[in-house]
């Protein structure tokens, strides 16, 4: 299979799902549910469901198993976004090349909208239920990790600590707990969530876990990579490029997807989709 | 049972079990969790789980049942009014006469802190999968029961047509729609989801959520009565005794818990309490 189909093809799936899942524009109160498909559909290259689903065919189940979840961790990935843009935080005017959802629909509708899409995320991965393979301890287990993963613990305690770190901080230990926190562990989300719903084994979870974490800490090098290169928005001071240089950055990135390619050894040629995508992941930021 | 002594006694057994579960002050991002601690414990009545709790008595269980669950639904409660109070949205500078917690922490603290209390709703409630005599089936009922009462159609649906609501289109229809939206649903979700996990049959279920959103907007129009009495904060215009008066929003408000009473008939005596909680909510506002 074609990496590149593959990848066109699954999201075509994802947006079609999610544009099922969410609320009409037309349903009170209008103004949110206009503002929730302004920031869903905004050009996202939905890596992370991608992942769900690709994680799903690698265990020899079928992508619908799991579908439900894959657009959860979408719309809850798109809440973290839409709150990290706000004024008071990142202050992100622009998003993927389009004004972020509080330029356009103001701060007050953005939070309520960020809110409410963490929300809808939760309803979408509890609509698993309806998948008759799907066991109801499977999908409670799947929740735990997901507030797991969601809460000061990692997605918002990384993103918590990105806004109060000092640059004099910024050392490898710290920037890599920050990138695992903020990026990696939705990522493993992603993934180990896919995998508990299709009933994975511990080794094939141990190995997927580690897959993971190495794509997500790669995947935000090569972000701040592209950053710093395209100098698109203010400089951020905590970055690994910004504190470490280029050559550097690039050098672990490729270290990273090396030893997730190597995670997946057990599962032979069935990973082809997996590493093709932790290449494309590096790929960006060379 | 006194009534006063029962409220305090199950105040003092929820503030023990949210200081159990909430992160500890010096856990990193320390910020973070002494900002959910300040909000936590800035003086809330515990009228929610209280409800929580209550239900589970006068359906013949033990409050321990449901203890987890009543304090999901207060840190979901937490969240929301951190949300409501910023700047961008209610624009309070206190709560419960204290700075509302953007005042003391800055505003990015104040959103991400109330995402994490959101997450850590999630989480408390998942944690009655601890208890053996809970089904798994009724965790995922009640889940899917706390994501409706709390999106888009309900809870964060009724702060958006607060904030985007116009003066000219306050009248008693959209009043209530909004005051059942905003306060009676959380109510509603307090009281449904212990019924839930307590298995109660279908009847008890419809006595109770009767129940519940007749205290949720009697509660809310006494809520307004004293906020127009006191004049504690900038007069809000779209609120029931704002328009039609005080007179009518008593009497109504006073209709409101005389059902409430009247829906638990079929409990009896061990509606007891409950039926003091209505009177409670009344007594406010009066």
């Known amino acids: 299979m074609n990496f590149k189909e ?5 999201k075509d799936i994802i947006d079609n799902a999610l ?10 109160p209008a103004i949110v549910h206009r503002a929730i498909r302004y920031s869903v559909f905004s050009g996202g290259k939905r890596l992370r469901p991608f992942l769900s689903l690709a994680t799903a065919e690698l265990l020899g189940n079928k992508i619908e198993k799991v579908l439900y979840f894959a657009c959860g961790i979408e719309l809850i990935h798109t809440f973290s976004l839409i ?27 953005a939070i ?9 995320g939760f309803q979408s991965i509890l609509k698993s239920e309806e998948i008759k393979e799907i066991k109801k301890s499977s999908i409670l287990k799947v929740l735990k990790e997901m507030v797991y993963f969601l809460g000061t613990e990692n997605l918002l305690g990384g993103q918590i600590e990105d806004i109060t770190m000092k640059s004099e901080e910024a050392n490898r230990e710290n920037l890599y707990k920050i990138y695992q926190k903020k990026t990696a562990s939705l990522i493993c989300a992603a ?12 080794k094939e979870l141990k190995a997927l876990t580690r897959f993971a974490n190495n794509i997500g800490l790669s995947f935000q090098i090569t972000d701040d990579i592209l950053d710093l290169m395209q100098d698109q928005r203010e400089m951020k001071q905590c970055t690994y490029p910004h504190t470490f240089g280029l050559k550097e950055s690039k050098e672990v990135a490729e270290k990273l ?13 069935k990973a082809e989709i997996m590493n093709a995508l932790a290449d494309y992941i590096l790929s960006r930021g060379s």
Chains 1, 2 share one sequence.
């Open 6 to 10: 593959d990848f066109e093809e699954k």
């Open 19 to 28: 544009n099922r899942l969410l609320p009409g524009e037309e349903v009170e």
């Open 83 to 109: 709150h990290d843009d706000l004024p008071s935080l990142d202050n992100d005017d622009f998003r993927r090349g389009k004004p972020s959802l509080h330029k356009v629909f103001g701060e007050n509708i």
């Open 112 to 120: 309520l909208a960020g809110d409410a899409l963490m929300v809808l």
């Open 191 to 202: 993934i180990r969530g896919s995998a508990i719903l299709c009933q994975a084994r511990q």
């Open 257 to 269: 997807i090396k030893e997730a390619k190597e995670s997946l050894e057990m599962f032979g040629e």
